[in-house]
């Protein structure tokens, strides 16, 4: 029988918005979700390996998404999606940034992340 390891996601933050979306997603069986204060060292994010991190634009500014970026190895660069409500956009950010779709969205995204993670466990 072969294991499968869930998929971690780090709330990286403490607004409202972010505690309604990681209690939405305690709700999935397939996911890992820990909550990290943004008083936190970025650097403690790296030692957690998640698969994604979740940001809220009133906490931490898209210009600061870069300095999340270099708490990870190169080889592993998670996702980062910044939210910012006031815009209703977010931001998907790896190891390029690339503006991705409004928070009616968010479900697609997060979906279009977990399509190849899917896959892989078909085919393991």
């Known amino acids: 029988m072969t294991s ?19 209690e939405s ?17 970025s650097t403690y994010l790296a030692d957690l390996h998640p698969d994604l991190v979740l940001v809220d634009a009133s906490q931490i500014k898209l210009n600061q998404i870069e300095e999340l970026t270099t708490a ?25 940034q690339f503006p991705a779709a409004s928070f009616d969205d968010l479900e697609q995204a997060l979906e279009f992340i977990e399509k190849p993670i899917q896959l ?5």
């Open 4 to 22: 499968f390891r869930q998929r971690a996601i780090v709330i990286y933050g403490d607004s409202v918005l972010l505690e309604g979306i990681a």
């Open 120 to 124: 892989a466990r078909r085919m393991l």
């Open 25 to 41: 997603l305690h709700k999935r069986g397939n996911l890992t979700v820990m909550t990290v204060s943004p008083q936190i060292d």
């Open 72 to 96: 990870f190895s190169a080889e592993h660069v998670p996702p980062i999606i910044h939210l910012n409500m006031d815009s209703q956009k977010l931001t998907i950010t790896s190891t390029q």
